[in-house]
């Protein structure tokens, strides 16, 4: 492999891991990025359709919940970093299914740390950054942020999941010495969101004329990040974040659901030339998600100050962008919503 550096990136077919896979693509040519994805319904190669050529990129199909398979591709190659997003990612899933994110999210990162632990001992410059969220640290009330130092309080299945393979990545930094930094980041928006999340599904339905179901009385309040902001802020924690380290990210851009809902309506009318307030008509108030958190927000000082980041958008032009893309990507947006884009890896890779 000569001077080239190999970067494992897991979940980069997924919403967050495909602008990290890109920028890593296209930013390091001295970088050869491997993207290992199980292709779950969330994992989508047409994500990557621009890049799959590029000589420093390779697709790998494989679940870190196989250790087997784990084994063999940590034998076969010398890694000189993991960046791990690969997970079961979406809360409502997690309180139907919470068994797969126990599997997926801790025990396929555990799988992947003790890899990790071996490559460590053969590569002094090895490093194993997990990719995590802010939900780890339960909720707030309507003031305060949360810190690098807020106490874990997790509340859905989904966050407790990540905040026990944060629990493991750190102790294995304690035990084993494994080199490692981890991220806490707030909600993400933009490009190849999957519809099932509010923005993309709201902008899917309001084109198509649907209900906008908001729950509870929409008081519930997050703190959104435009997803290529997150890839960034990624690519400074992997390359100047201190080992041991948490950096939390975040847009400082708190909003409570129905003022999100409102403007985005108000945007969509202006897109599609409606009248204004045709969208909003739509709104739908549904019964409450069950143990939902009233309200997150996240101080991001620490890697502002430390790692000089900070947003590059508002939300209202993060906003525009992610509806100029749906708009210009509506073929994605049919075969992610008619199933079709699981015919894209058949076809490309099979
Ligand atoms: P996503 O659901 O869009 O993507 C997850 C990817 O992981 C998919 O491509 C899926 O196929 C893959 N995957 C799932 N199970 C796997 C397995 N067993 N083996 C291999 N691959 C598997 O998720 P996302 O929104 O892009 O989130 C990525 C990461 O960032 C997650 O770890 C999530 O916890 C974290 N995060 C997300 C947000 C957010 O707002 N979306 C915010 C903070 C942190």
Redesign the pocket.
């Known amino acids: 492999k000569g001077n080239q550096k190999n970067i494992l990136i ?9 602008h990290v896979v890109r920028r890593f693509v296209e930013n390091y040519q001295d970088y050869h990025i491997f993207n ?9 190669l047409e994500n990557l359709k621009d890049i799959e050529h590029h000589n420093n990129y390779t697709f790998i199909k ?4 196989n250790d087997d398979f784990l084994t063999n591709l940590f034998s076969e190659n010398e890694f000189d970093g993991v960046i ?7 809360v409502d899933r997690s309180i139907s299914d919470p068994l797969s994110f126990v ?3 801790v025990l ?1 990162t555990v799988n992947l740390l003790n890899q990790s632990v071996k490559m460590a001992k053969k590569n002094p410059d090895f490093r194993f950054y997990h ?5 780890v640290y339960g909720a707030l009330g309507d003031t305060g942020f949360f810190t690098e130092s807020t106490p874990y309080s997790p509340n859905s299945p ?1 966050s407790a999941s ?1 905040a026990s393979s944060d629990h493991f990545v750190r102790a294995y930094g304690e035990t084993y010495g494994l080199p490692f930094v981890v991220s ?6 933009g490009p190849n ?2 519809p099932e ?1 509010l923005i993309p599904l709201f902008i899917n339905n309001i084109i198509n004329n649907k209900p906008l179901p908001v729950y509870g009385d929409g008081n519930y309040t997050r703190d959104w ?1 435009y997803v290529k902001d ?1 890839a960034r802020a990624i690519d400074l924690v992997f390359h100047e974040g201190i080992n041991g380290e948490t950096y939390n990210i975040g847009g400082f851009n708190e909003w409570k659901n129905i003022d999100l809902v409102r403007l985005l309506c108000k945007l969509m009318d202006k897109k599609l030339g409606r009248k204004e307030g045709a969208s909003e008509e739509l709104i739908a108030f549904v019964k409450d998600r069950p143990g939902h958190d009233l309200r997150y927000a996240i101080d991001a000082t620490k890697i502002n100050k430390e790692l000089g980041w900070s947003p590059s958008v508002t939300f209202e032009q993060g906003l525009e962008l992610t509806i100029e893309w749906y708009f210009e990507n509506k073929e994605w947006l049919e075969h992610v919503t008619s199933g079709d884009y699981k015919e894209y890896y058949k076809k490309q890779y099979q």
């Open positions: 897991t979940g980069g077919a997924g919403f967050i891991g495909s290992l994805d199980a292709l779950t319904y969330a994992g989508n494989g679940d870190i919940t791990h997003l690969a997970a079961e990612s979406h599997k997926t999210n396929g990719v995590s969220t802010d939900e989904y990540k806490n980041c707030s909600n993400n928006y969101h999957f999340k990040l997150h």
